[in-house]
T-cell receptor
Framework: DAKTTQPPSMDCAEGRAANLPCNHS???????VYWYRQIHSQGPQYIIH???NNETNEMASLIITEDRKSSTLILPHATLRDTAVYYC??????????????FGQGTTLQVKP | DGGITQSPKYLFRKEGQNVTLSCEQN?????MYWYRQDPGQGLRLIYY???????QKGDIAEGYSVSREKKESFPLTVTSAQKNPTAFYLC?????????????FGPGTRLTVL
């Protein structure tokens, strides 16, 4: 599975959009980009995933560049409850899939009033 | 309500004692996982199981053991051989298949060895 690089921390004003970047320059064709987040002292929570196209759900949007070497998670209107560590994970899905996720250190997002 | 439960939330043990952490899920998921998290770090995979009566070592299995006698249960034993067992332990489960499989996490057990 490809390695990801994320900034260690970011701040965002409450009500504004939070844009969290992730670099995955060694991603291969069958690898998906997943985002999870972990609020302090809780288990991680799935947010969104994508392969090539941009994706949107009730929590966030995922923008993947055309070359797939980087992506951005967008929280459109950040609230104080969005303060968490956000993990970008690249993983292949297919017949060899063991379901394992490899977590890096993630980005700590601090939403400020 | 469907979900994953871990118990207890906080656990204290004396050095040299084995301790077993519970993980139960009622999501009918085939796969279950155990992760360890140290302060300020990401999660590291200890063991995982894709089917009953079968499990595989993850990246940091030394000093740990697991069993998978029932689909809904995947207990983790932290043995006295684990040199630094104080950590936050997280259990997760997912369906298995060729499509993506979101992992659902439990609330975690914070183990402190005194």
């Amino acid at each position: 599975d490809a390695k990801t690089t994320q900034p260690p921390s970011m701040d965002c004003a409450e009500g504004r959009a939070a844009n969290l970047p992730c670099n995955h320059s060694t991603i291969s064709g069958n690898e998906y980009v997943y985002w999870y987040r972990q609020i302090h002292s809780q288990g991680p929570q799935y947010i969104i995933h994508g392969l090539k196209n941009n994706e949107t759900n009730e929590m966030a949007s995922l923008i993947i560049t055309e070359d797939r070497k980087s992506s951005t998670l967008i929280l459109p209107h950040a609230t104080l409850r969005d303060t968490a560590v956000y993990y970008c994970i690249v993983r292949s899905d297919g017949s060899s899939n063991t379901g394992k996720l490899i977590f890096g250190q993630g980005t700590t997002l601090q939403v400020k009033p | 309500d469907g979900g994953i439960t871990q118990s207890p939330k906080y656990l204290f043990r004396k050095e040299g004692q084995n301790v077993t952490l519970s993980c139960e899920q009622n999501l009918n998921h085939d796969a279950m996982y155990w992760y360890r998290q140290d302060p300020g770090q990401g999660l590291r995979l200890i063991y995982y199981s894709q089917i009953v009566n079968d499990f595989q070592k993850g990246d940091i299995a030394e000093g740990y053991s697991v069993s998978r006698e029932k689909k809904e249960s995947f207990p983790l034993t932290v043995t006295s051989a684990q040199k630094n067992p104080t950590a936050f332990y997280l259990c997760a489960s997912s369906i298995m298949g060729l499509v993506y499989n979101e992992q659902f996490f439990g609330p975690g057990t914070r183990l402190t060895v005194l």
